[in-house]
């Protein structure tokens, strides 16, 4: 038989089993946040080319409950973070803890987040961490969306993403979308955001969408960018526009890119192919304020040709304004003769 004393042992030993089981298990929302930290420090693994450090997914802290448990669980410890950079630690794990499959529950339990800037924000920045990570999934996540906010939001930022890091791949993924709306919604924001690394696709796009205010603009943007690497093509295509606002604008955008580069060949298209007037005028003077940087001598010449007139005191305005910071004694006598004593 074991003596009293062995006895004795062996239930204290029990009794502190059980003080450390419950303390342990106590309550989720308290050990929450100590769990959050234990598994940052064991197992979070940084991923070369991306800004953002992946964690060990939160449903495999939490396997025995619901995602939803496990979700407002982890939003309820960034509300009471009051640590920025613990805060913004606590977010990466609720973007790394999911997957595009999980969109439409995690929007919907995001409606019930307060503040609603909370929501609004981790919304945002979980669409975009995905759409970078994996577009195509995130797409066809989307598609279980219903019509509404929440969708459009989240196609606007799926297309600016993915365009920037696959054009191609983004441009046929909105091809696809079979209503008309989201389609051309899609293909305009991927032209927008395609326009400075490859202007043509963006022209290409956009002349077939519908036309409005934003698509001119858009076509006169890429139009623009288009002149400055590539201006005789750029200029040939602009010059089959039918004659109208949409055919001066984008050509006056290709005389000042090609300013840049030539400024007398610039100044005679912008002359001979836009009509008198207002636009006219600006174009000339963008002209002359970029041809005075780099041959204001040549441009004094062409700017004292002007009649009298609005244009012409705009013009040489700018040209002095340019000329004197690279030779103030030479436009000063310029000025002096061509314009004081005009």
Do not use: C
Request: glycine letters at 4%; hydrophobic letters at 45%.
């Amino acid at each position: 038989m074991l003596g009293s004393s062995v006895w004795l042992w062996l239930g204290m030993a029990g009794f502190l089993i059980v003080g450390v089981w419950q303390l342990l298990h106590q309550n989720t929302e308290t050990a929450f946040p100590q769990q959050i930290a234990s598994t940052m420090q064991s197992s979070k693994t940084v991923y070369q080319g991306q800004k953002f450090i992946q964690y060990y997914p939160l449903r495999h802290m939490d396997v025995d409950k619901p995602l939803e448990d496990s979700l407002a669980n982890l939003i309820r410890a960034i509300q009471a973070e009051d640590d920025s950079a613990k805060r913004e630690e606590l977010t990466t794990i609720f973007l790394a803890s999911l997957k595009p499959g999980d969109l439409a529950a995690v929007i919907n339990l995001l409606r019930t987040v307060q503040p609603t800037g909370l929501a609004e924000d981790l919304s945002q920045r979980l669409v975009r961490f995905w759409a970078e990570s994996n577009p195509k999934d995130l797409a066809a996540s989307i598609n279980n969306l219903p019509v509404g906010e929440q969708r459009q939001s989240a196609l606007d930022d799926l297309a600016i993403t993915w365009a920037n890091s696959q054009l191609t791949n983004a441009i046929s993924w909105g091809q696809s979308l079979k209503a008309e709306s989201e389609r051309n919604r899609v293909l305009a924001a991927v032209a927008n955001e395609a326009v400075r690394t490859d202007p043509m696709t963006a022209l290409q796009l956009a002349v077939n969408l519908p036309a409005d205010s934003q698509n001119d603009e858009l076509i006169r943007r890429a139009a623009m960018e288009w002149a400055s690497g590539d201006v005789t093509n750029a200029v040939a295509w602009a010059e089959q526009i039918p004659e109208g606002p949409l055919r001066a604008t984008v050509l006056a955008s290709e005389s000042v890119a090609w300013a840049e580069q030539d400024p007398s060949a610039a100044a005679t298209l912008a002359v001979k192919e836009l009509p008198a007037g207002r636009l006219q005028d600006d174009t000339v003077v963008s002209i002359v304020e970029r041809w005075a940087q780099q041959q204001p001598e040549i441009a004094a010449a062409w700017v004292a040709q002007f009649p009298a007139g609005p244009l012409r005191t705009a013009a040489i305005e700018n040209l002095i304004m340019q000329w004197s910071q690279k030779d103030g004694a030479a436009a000063k006598q310029w000025q002096a003769t061509h314009v004081n004593n005009s």
